[in-house]
């Protein structure tokens, strides 16, 4: 069930008052939080609640799905970011690159080497963030942990990518608070300080372990109809 109008626009208070209370309590400021709202799945009459509310950062997993529906959306509202959140094939670097303010899920040496050549041919700046596999899942993307600092090292100096955080999404069956922590432990090495990490069920611990962003979609938008075709989990 998609939530209503004023359900998601009710959630997004809540999220905000439970970003602010975790921040609290984590002795960190809200204002280095950024909320990444989670529209994949989601349709155009159920975004623009959102976007009247004023949130203006949005994320999405396909960029076949994005061009439905963000060209029209940013045409209406200005100030719209938004960011790839899924992986991302080299076929579609081009069309990523027009509709994307921010790739999170740079993960290998092809993916750098094709934004990095339809950034320069479109003439238009990115930022990026490096996935890490933290648990090492197969079936997930993401560089390994070992090959995380020489890998972000390589975007920045060979590629010149502006490689602003790291960015993981932990096993699912698993205490999410060690990944977070290497995702972190990382960072530091590879000198970076920025960390898209928690969505709906785990942010709070995302933001004590050091989040800088936050994912999230069913906890604003509600239960997604077909999470496993999409969800990139
Ligand atoms: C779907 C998705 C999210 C949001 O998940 P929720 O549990 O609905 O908050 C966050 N990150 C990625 C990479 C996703 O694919």
């Known amino acids: ?60 997993n396909r960029v076949q799905e994005a061009k439905t529906k963000w060209p029209a959306l940013r045409h209406d509202f200005s100030d719209i970011e938004l960011h790839l959140i899924g992986p991302l094939q080299s076929n579609k670097a081009a069309e990523a690159v027009q509709l994307f303010d921010v790739v999170e899920t740079i993960d290998r040496e092809k993916i750098a080497v094709v934004m990095a050549q339809e950034t320069r041919k479109q003439g238009k700046h990115l930022r990026f963030y490096v996935q890490v596999n933290t648990g090492l899942e197969p079936q997930k993307a993401g560089i390994a942990p070992q090959d995380t600092v020489t890998f972000v090292r390589r975007c920045q100096t060979y590629h010149h990518l502006d490689i602003e955080g790291l960015m993981c999404i932990p096993p699912v069956e698993e205490n999410p608070g060690p990944h977070f922590a290497l995702l972190e432990k990382l960072g530091q090495e590879a000198g970076l300080s920025r960390f898209s990490m928690g969505m709906s069920g785990d942010f709070e611990t995302a933001i004590a372990f050091g989040a800088t962003s936050i994912r999230i979609g069913s906890a604003i938008f509600g239960h997604r109809n077909y999470p496993d075709q999409v969800c990139n989990l």
């Open 1 to 60: 069930m998609h939530n209503t109008t004023d359900n998601s626009v009710a959630a997004l208070q809540q999220v905000f008052a439970k970003i602010a209370k975790s921040a609290t309590e984590s002795g960190r400021q809200v204002a280095d939080i950024t909320l990444v709202a989670v529209s994949k799945t989601f349709d155009t009459p159920a975004i623009v609640p959102v976007l009247k509310a004023g949130q203006r950062i949005f994320g999405e």
